[in-house]
């Protein structure tokens, strides 16, 4: 990790008013750059940080950063034992911290927080996690509130989706793509597809359009982006889908799919030899990796995570202090109301 990195991470930690004073917290190691979440609560005052991982090269690579900027409470942890859970305020679920079953909440003390750095930002996402036993225990499972308008989530989304548009051999500029979607994720990613000069036909999933409007359009356009995100409990592409592999196939067999989300019915697309992208897709959450970030967007999510435990350690009773926090989130594991903590930057 350079100096570019140890800036973009004071910045964040002052813009998000990030204080973790004698917290000790439990973080994964963070992709592309594995301290990056170990230097975030360093630098935010935190009292103990672990980092959970098995690999020794990770572990190197943040011992000698650690070293590099001068913190000596960062330490690397291959298994979490009883004693270490007790004292632990803040974990954060990612990485290798990837199973939170009854064992484990168990040894935590009631007053610990699971906040969630999911590798595919589903940020609704509990899978691994226990969820029942953390509400006996009364410790809250959060994870940021994807339309948060602050740290805008949508847009580094969004930025997503036109890289993949590129990587497909796409040239946004003189392509016709028609974008397939619903809410906010389909208004950010249209107006970022408009700005770089594509042609964008829109199948909103919440309207009444019919499927006339679909197969108007489907013989000239270039690529079809599927971003049904929060994802519709019907199916995107395919026999019964929105739009039909078959009418694919019959008025435009070359065009490209472009996914991050939403079903498809990739057997008949194969069938068919219709191009999509990534050709390994996730139907049930987004299709992506955080790997896919640039540093400044990872950093920043990064730091959003740790303010969420930061806010939910603060209030003990778990209902917000509506004027400490600076980035929404969802508290998972209350069944009614959902808590969300107040934006005000």
Not at 157 to 174: M, P, T
Not at 192 to 201: D, E, F, S
Not at 318 to 343: A, E, I, Q
Request: hydrophobic share 40%.
């Amino acid at each position: 990790m350079n100096s570019k990195y140890l800036e973009l991470i004071k910045h964040a930690v002052k813009s998000f008013n990030l204080k973790l004073d004698d917290y000790n917290v439990l973080l994964p190691a963070c992709p592309n750059e594995p301290s990056i979440m170990a230097i975030i609560a360093a630098v935010a005052d935190a009292k103990n940080i672990y980092v959970k991982t098995s690999k020794h090269s990770v572990m190197e690579n943040i011992y000698k950063t650690a070293g590099e900027f001068g913190f000596d409470n960062i330490r690397c942890i291959e298994e979490t034992k009883p004693v270490l859970l007790s004292g632990m305020d803040i974990v954060v679920k990612g990485g290798e911290i990837d199973k939170i079953d009854n064992l484990f909440i168990n040894q935590l003390s009631k007053k610990s927080v699971i906040s969630l750095f999911p590798e595919n930002l589903d940020f609704g996402d509990t899978e691994g996690i226990n969820v029942e036993a953390c509400d006996k225990k009364t410790i809250p499972v959060a994870g940021i509130d994807p339309q948060d308008k602050n740290l805008n989530l949508y847009k580094y989304f969004s930025n997503i989706v036109l890289k993949r548009c590129y990587e497909a051999g796409l040239d946004v500029f003189k392509s016709k793509l028609f974008l397939a979607g619903h809410g906010s994720l389909l208004n950010s990613t249209l107006e970022l597809l408009k700005a770089a000069g594509a042609v964008v036909y829109v199948y909103n999933l919440q309207s009444t359009s019919d499927q006339a409007h679909t197969l108007k359009h489907l013989p000239e356009v270039d690529a079809i982006i599927a971003i049904d995100y929060p994802q519709t409990s019907g199916q995107l592409i395919g026999s019964k889908g929105v739009i039909s592999i078959s009418d694919i196939v019959d008025l435009n067999p070359s065009v490209k799919i472009i996914h991050f989300c939403g079903k498809l019915e990739t057997g008949s697309l194969n069938f068919g030899k219709i191009q999509y992208y990534p050709d390994k897709i996730n139907q049930n959450s987004i299709n992506l990796n955080i790997r896919e970030l640039d540093e400044r967007s990872l950093i920043e999510i990064a730091t959003a995570c740790l303010k969420i435990g930061e806010d939910l350690t603060k209030t003990p009773t778990n209902s917000m202090n509506l004027n400490s926090s600076v980035v929404t989130y969802k508290v998972l594991n209350r069944v009614s109301p959902v808590l969300s903590g107040r934006t005000f930057i």
